[in-house]
Every structure is written in structure tokens, then in C-alpha cells.
């Protein structure tokens, strides 16, 4: 087990891998862990320091999340954020209790002369987001920031290394969250800033060499920014043979999408397959309107498609994916107690009858580590900047049934707002953007003819790394365009709508 130089305890929080992301772009290397981790693998691991992450429960609750005691007596430095706070508080004597009121939303705050606040300001923008709160200090420690509603918004004992936060430095409120973090890190762990993707590149074709030996991969393809990075990552650690790189046309695909993903993969030199299984995709979410059942139905047939593939080609053992860190968390916590929000049909394993097994080299970074792991593979920046697409393609941009005429009006809308949203010079000034059929209709004027039609939605958002998000703010009259143009140039629609909803409380995605 290889060295970690912090390593996070998971305590349930949906900001957990955010906490990781942020070391690693200060280049310091870290690992998730759950809260329960036995205290030999943590030793193991030779942490230079600790990170409790937040939480939903309280330290007062019936089975409320506890670590092994034994953390408090390996003497690392120890950071506490949110329900971390609260543990440490309670842990040394100090008393938690539930706030007057919930502290949710930016705040001001106020430090006071601490080496982990080097080079910071005073006055600064963080998050809160609390309902229990430390009340009395804890033995040996003092207060080092206070906001309007947290007299201890940050408390200290500096001579153990330990310190708490009522706050989050991770999310992207907290304007100098990155800099509280890598000072931790820096300045009182004694990390080194070594964790960049060319070694994190040369690590993972390593591990892929290990793993496959001499067998084949399977690696499905989308043409979307992470398979792309998969593929390549592949075709670097493995010689041509050992590497089928498949792609499913389910026709759930943008306008155009299949010729581009095959055009793509000449370029990049990587034989492809392609597959055309439009009418079993059809067939199969036929009569399905929930959005899980969309999603496994689409999961389980491309699972069935590859195995099927597979069987073509002697010493297919291993089957490459995309998934993501938030891919991971956003499904089901394997690390933490954290909520469910909805599942990713790329996540979760095999099904038992298959004899496949996964190669994931991603499954540990975030969606913004892959474009800059894609550039270091020398991917072309046209390819890496593009947005993202959802595994399950428009099936969950469609409310309800996927068919043909619905496919037909998502397409032709969601080109016509990529068309207007590249030649306005904003593709590249949002993270994502797409267009929603909401099955809904409503009346309209055509004309002097009375309509009565769909409602298309149309969603920008700005983040980082999908974890969260806040929607675009464009302009009233680039949005007119794209609407004039997708109700005059697609029969069937009569109404565009744009979404102003940020995540959290919205996911990205609507279904």
C-alpha cells in the first residue's frame, strides 16, 4: 500500500471528493476513505496528516458516525470541517449543540494570527452550511476565526497540529478554500507538491500493464471527453492487439455524433468497431418513463451488446470504463456513508453472469483532472474542451418515453443551441449546455393558426467539477436567438424556456 499524504475520512458529506480535488490541485496527492477504516490500513497508508470531512448527522445521534479512537493518538495533524468540527469538539471536551437557527449560505470571516491562515485574508467569503455548532471550546484549543452566527467558526490547538472548521473550504464559495487547504497541507503536515497528471499518467499505465497482462480489453466508447481519455491512456499502455475499441450507436446520440466519434478515433490512429443498436436501445425503453429504470435498462443493454462483442475475440477478459469520481459518489458512497442522488449505469460493477473484469483509470479523479490528463496525453484541445454527455445520451433528456419524434426534437434543438452558443463565443465560457424536451405542451400562434406544442428547456450551467453548479449567466438576447431559431426552424415546438436552477438544490442533469 502505497504512501498518502493526507488522507480524508468520509463522514457523508456530498462535498467529501471536493476535499481531494483541492489537494490535488495544489498538487498534493490524497485519498477517500469511509470514517469507519481500520486503523491498521490508515497506518499502512503512512498519512502525513488527517481530514475529517462534513456530514449530515449529528455527533449526538443514535449510531451518529464515530472513527477509531485510535486516529487521536497517532499524533498527525488532524483537520475537522463541519460534523469533523464537531467530533473534535466533542472528542476534547467541548460541547456541541444544535444552532438556533441553520447556518446555510455564504458568510463573512474574521481570523486572527495562525500559521495555517499564511497569506490569507482577513474579512474573507466562506460556506456554511450547519445545524449544530460548537459552544464550548474544547480543552486546549482557542478560536482562530469567528463569522456573524459562529463565534467559533475556527478553533485551533496548535501545539497538537489539530484544527476545526465550522465552515467548508473545499466547495467554491469559500473564495480561499484551496489556499486553507494546501496550507494545512504545506505548513503544518509538511507536504511536498509533487501529485500532477504525467505522474499520475505514468502510474496509471503502469497499473494497466499489471493488470491486463497479456488479455484484451474491451473499452466502450462514447466520442465524450472521458472514454476518449480512456482510450488513449490504453492505447499507450498496450500494444494495438491487445485493445477493442467499441462504439455503440444506441441512437441516443447528438445530431451527427456517430460520424464525428468515427472521424475522431481515425485521428487519434485507434481502430474502431462500430456497432449499430438503435432498434435494440428502442426496443428496450420502450413503454419505460422512469428515469432509474432508463438508466438500468440502458446499462444492462450495453453490458449485453459488449458481452456479445466480446465473444467475437479470443482473450477478451477485462472491460474498460469511464466512471468518475463524482460518477462514484453520486450513485452509491463505497467509501462513506454518504446519500444516494441518482445512479450512473457505469457504476456499481458487473452482473454475475459476466466473466469480464473492470478496468476503471479514472475512477479516482475528477472530470477537470481528465481534460488535463487528456492534454497530457496529447489529446487535441478541441476534443478535451468539449462538454459533457451523460452515458445514458438523450433518454434522460427526454421527460418520460423515449421515441423516435422525441429524439427527433431534442436533436434538432440542442444543434441549433450549440450552433448559436459557438458562433456568440460562449461554448467555451460554460461547462455544459443542452437542450430538454419536457413533454409538456402548450398553446401557441403560429401565424393566424393556433398550435398546440412541446416546451423545450434549455440548461447552461458554470462549475468546475459537477459537483456543483450554478446556471449561466447569457445573455437575454443570445438566449432569444436560440429561441427564435429552434421555434421557427423545428415543427413541433412552440416554447423555449431556460432553467435557472443551481446544484445543489438541482441536479445538472434533469432525470
Same mark, same amino acid.
Given at each position: 500500500m502505497k504512501?498518502?499524504?493526507?488522507?480524508?475520512l468520509d463522514f457523508?458529506s456530498?462535498y467529501?471528493q471536493l476535499?481531494?480535488?483541492?489537494l490535488?490541485?495544489?498538487?498534493v496527492?490524497?485519498?477517500?476513505?469511509p470514517?469507519r477504516e481500520?486503523i491498521?490500513?490508515i497506518k499502512?497508508?503512512?498519512?502525513?496528516?488527517?481530514?475529517?470531512?462534513g456530514?449530515?448527522?449529528?455527533?449526538y445521534a443514535?449510531n451518529?458516525?464515530?472513527?477509531?479512537?485510535e486516529?487521536?493518538d497517532l499524533?498527525?495533524?488532524i483537520m475537522?470541517?463541519?460534523y469533523g468540527?464537531?467530533?473534535?469538539t466533542?472528542h476534547?471536551g467541548?460541547?456541541v449543540?444544535?444552532?438556533?437557527?441553520?447556518e446555510?449560505g455564504?458568510?463573512?470571516?474574521s481570523i486572527s494570527d495562525?500559521p495555517?491562515?499564511k497569506?490569507m485574508?482577513?474579512?474573507q467569503?466562506?460556506w456554511?452550511?450547519?445545524g449544530?455548532?460548537?459552544?464550548k471550546l474544547?480543552?486546549?484549543f482557542?478560536?482562530?476565526?469567528t463569522?456573524e452566527n459562529?463565534?467559533y467558526?475556527?478553533i485551533?490547538?496548535?501545539? #497538537?497540529? =489539530?484544527?476545526? %472548521?465550522?465552515?467548508h473550504p473545499?466547495v &467554491?464559495?469559500?473564495? !480561499?478554500?484551496?489556499?486553507?487547504?494546501?496550507n494545512f497541507?504545506?505548513?503544518?503536515?509538511g507536504?511536498?507538491s509533487?501529485?500532477n497528471?504525467?505522474?499520475?499518467?505514468k502510474e496509471?499505465i503502469r497499473?494497466i500493464q499489471a493488470?491486463v497482462g497479456d488479455?484484451?480489453?474491451?473499452?466502450?466508447?462514447?466520442?465524450?471527453?472521458?472514454?476518449?481519455?480512456?482510450?488513449?491512456?490504453?492505447?499507450?499502455?498496450l500494444?494495438?492487439?491487445?485493445?477493442?475499441?467499441?462504439?455503440?450507436d444506441q441512437?441516443?446520440?447528438?445530431?451527427?455524433e456517430a460520424r464525428?466519434v468515427q472521424n475522431m478515433?481515425k485521428?487519434?490512429?485507434i481502430?474502431l468497431?462500430?456497432i449499430?443498436?438503435?432498434?435494440?436501445?428502442m426496443?428496450?425503453?420502450?413503454?419505460v418513463?422512469d428515469?432509474e429504470q432508463?438508466r438500468?435498462a440502458?446499462?444492462e #443493454?450495453? =453490458?449485453e451488446v %459488449?458481452d456479445?462483442e466480446?465473444s467475437k &475475440?479470443?482473450?477478451v !477478459?477485462?472491460?474498460?470504463?469511464?466512471?468518475l469520481?463524482?460518477?462514484v459518489i453520486?450513485s452509491v458512497s463505497?467509501?462513506g456513508p454518504?446519500?444516494?442522488?441518482?445512479?450512473?449505469?457505469n457504476?456499481?460493477?458487473?452482473p454475475?453472469?459476466?466473466?469480464f473484469e473492470?478496468?476503471?483509470?479514472?475512477r479516482e479523479?475528477?472530470k477537470?483532472e481528465?481534460?488535463?490528463?487528456?492534454?497530457?496525453?496529447?489529446?487535441?484541445?478541441?476534443m478535451i474542451?468539449?462538454?459533457?454527455?451523460?452515458g445514458p445520451?438523450l433518454?434522460i433528456r427526454?421527460?418520460?418515453?423515449?421515441n423516435?419524434e422525441?429524439?427527433?426534437?431534442?436533436?434538432?434543438s440542442d444543434?441549433i443551441?450549440q450552433e448559436?452558443?459557438?458562433?456568440?463565443?460562449y461554448?467555451?465560457?460554460v461547462?455544459?449546455?443542452?437542450?430538454?424536451?419536457l413533454?409538456?405542451?402548450?398553446?401557441?400562434?403560429?401565424?393566424d393558426?393556433?398550435?398546440y406544442?412541446?416546451?423545450?428547456c434549455i440548461r447552461?450551467v458554470e462549475?468546475?467539477d459537477?459537483?456543483?453548479?450554478?446556471f449561466?449567466?447569457?445573455?437575454h438576447?443570445?438566449?432569444?436567438?436560440m429561441s427564435?431559431r429552434i421555434i421557427n426552424?423545428?415543427d413541433?415546438?412552440n416554447?423555449v424556456?431556460?432553467?435557472i436552477?443551481?446544484?445543489?438544490?438541482?441536479?445538472?442533469?434533469?432525470?
Open positions: 504512501q498518502v499524504p493526507i488522507l480524508v457523508g456530498q467529501t476535499i481531494a480535488r483541492k490535488r490541485e495544489s498538487g496527492y490524497c485519498e477517500v476513505v470514517y481500520d491498521e490500513k499502512a497508508r503512512k498519512p502525513q496528516g488527517i481530514i475529517l470531512s456530514g449530515p448527522a449529528s455527533v443514535e451518529a458516525y464515530k472513527p477509531s479512537e486516529i487521536w499524533d498527525l495533524p475537522g470541517i463541519c468540527m464537531q467530533l473534535i466533542q476534547f467541548g460541547e449543540v444544535p444552532a438556533d437557527h441553520h446555510y455564504k458568510a463573512k470571516l495562525s495555517i491562515f497569506s485574508s482577513d474579512n467569503t466562506v456554511m452550511s450547519h449544530d455548532r460548537a459552544e474544547p480543552n486546549g482557542k478560536v482562530i476565526g463569522s459562529s463565534p467558526a475556527g485551533a490547538n496548535e501545539e #497538537k497540529k =489539530i484544527y476545526a %472548521f465550522q465552515f473545499e &467554491h464559495h469559500t473564495k !480561499e478554500g484551496t489556499k486553507l487547504l494546501k497541507a504545506k505548513y503544518i503536515c507536504c511536498s509533487t501529485w497528471m504525467g505522474s499520475f499518467a496509471k497499473e493488470q488479455k484484451k480489453v474491451l473499452c466502450g466508447v462514447s466520442g465524450g471527453v472521458d472514454s476518449s481519455v480512456v482510450a488513449t491512456i490504453l492505447h499507450e499502455a500494444p494495438k492487439e491487445q485493445l477493442i475499441c467499441v462504439f455503440v441512437g441516443l446520440l447528438r445530431k451527427d464525428d478515433f485521428l487519434l490512429d481502430p468497431i462500430t449499430d443498436a438503435r432498434e435494440e436501445f426496443e428496450v425503453l420502450k413503454g418513463t428515469p432508463k438500468k440502458i446499462g #443493454k450495453f =453490458i %459488449f456479445k466480446a &475475440h479470443i482473450g !477478459e477485462f472491460l474498460a470504463q469511464g466512471t469520481y463524482t460518477d453520486e463505497v467509501k454518504s446519500k444516494t442522488i441518482k445512479s450512473h449505469h457504476v456499481g460493477g458487473l454475475e453472469w459476466m466473466t473492470l478496468v476503471e483509470p479514472l479523479i475528477f477537470d481528465v481534460r488535463k490528463l487528456g492534454l497530457e496525453l496529447g489529446l487535441p484541445k478541441n474542451g468539449r462538454h459533457p454527455f451523460p445520451g433518454a427526454v421527460m418520460g418515453e423515449v423516435e422525441a429524439l427527433r426534437l431534442l436533436r434538432e444543434a443551441m448559436e452558443l459557438r458562433a456568440t463565443g461554448y467555451d465560457k461547462w455544459q449546455a443542452f437542450t430538454v424536451l413533454n409538456v405542451q402548450s398553446v401557441g400562434v403560429m401565424g393558426n393556433r398550435t406544442d412541446n416546451t423545450v447552461m462549475s468546475v459537477g459537483m456543483t453548479a450554478t449561466a449567466h447569457i445573455p438576447d443570445v438566449l432569444e436567438g427564435r426552424e423545428i413541433g415546438i416554447r424556456v431556460y432553467d436552477s443551481s446544484k445543489p438544490p438541482a441536479t445538472i442533469e434533469w432525470e
